[in-house]
């Protein structure tokens, strides 16, 4: 009994740990981008270069760890018809997120940024309604006008708001909302399940070709010209590595948790980001009306997901009910033919 406790315990701590770990990288990593990318000690201000690094540096560890040392095993079932019409759209979605949310850093504070990105399940929503994977209901109209009035206080309540700024993070926002339905439709309509190291084995390298026509366009002959070339590449791998180390400690999360866990973490990490980056960067002013306003959206976002968790449950019981159903009817069969 005691050795089960303490199982039991030393289970309880490990999960939030994870938890704590996902939450400090998440929130870390925000904050190293707005770093490396607006400071004067780095001088790297190139939103593409930099995501092109991270897709990069993800592409080769991924493959060290599946196909050289094979900690971690890339999960069958790809299909040239499924990467073609599902993991390259999801690749060129995660490569507009990184690049526009990145960019968007470089005119607004990373407070405001995480505000704007509270318009999320508004966007999933609209486009999930599109795509035939949502369904309206009066319910979901009241959730989503929730968060969107919440957004528009916390916008209005923006002392320094900067526009080119606002569409830069919102391009964000749509990618990530085109990403997550892309992500579905893999999983219903195609029943292919991957976990996260498999999903950025395959999406990864595609990320990166998406990101490097563009750099090559728009940003290369910029590094030329002022000799950003001369960078510190251990700052740099160091700022990949926190990102690869982000998207592995969500697989950690899930495994140990559920999904209802990382989105309660995520809604925390999201204050912490609001409320930590107003002491570390001088571009973030936050007033009463921007916490208030953020606060009505967080409360749409926590009814969002709950409504969605809920829905979840109910589709997984209507499954355990027709499993079970299904093997009644095989046992009477096999009975009767006895």
Known sequence: ???????????????????????????????????????????????????????????????????????FK?????????????????????????????????????????????IMPVAVFILGVAAGLEVMSCRMLLIMSVISFGVLVASYGEMDINWIGVVYQMGGVIGEALRLIFMEILVKRKGLKLNPISVMYYVSPCSAICLLVPWIFLEKSKMEAHGTWNLKPLMLALNSLCTFALNLSVFLVISHTSALTIRVAGVVKDWVVVLVSALLFADT??????????????????????????????????????????????????????
């Open 285 to 338: 002013k936050l007033t009463i009306i921007n916490l208030f306003g953020y606060g009505i959206a967080i409360a749409g976002v926590a009814a969002y997901n709950n409504s969605k968790l809920k829905k979840e449950a109910s589709r997984s019981s209507t499954n355990d009910s027709l499993d079970a159903q299904s093997l009644t009817k095989e046992s009477s069969s096999s009975t009767s033919e006895r």
């Open 1 to 71: 009994m005691a050795d089960q406790e303490r199982k039991m315990l030393r289970e309880g701590v490990l999960t939030y740990a994870y938890i704590l770990l996902y939450i400090a990288l998440s929130s870390g990593q925000i904050f190293f981008n707005k770093w490396v990318l607006s400071s004067k000690e780095i001088n790297f201000p190139y939103p593409l270069g930099l995501t092109l690094l991270h897709m990069v540096f993800s592409s080769v560890l991924c493959f060290v760890l599946t196909k050289v040392f094979k900690i």
């Open 74 to 118: 890339v999960e069958a079932g790809m299909t040239p018809e499924i990467y073609v019409t599902s993991v390259i759209p999801i690749g060129a979605t995660f490569a507009m997120t990184l690049w526009l949310g990145n960019t968007a850093y470089l005119y607004i504070s990373v407070a405001f940024a995480q505000m704007l990105k509270a």
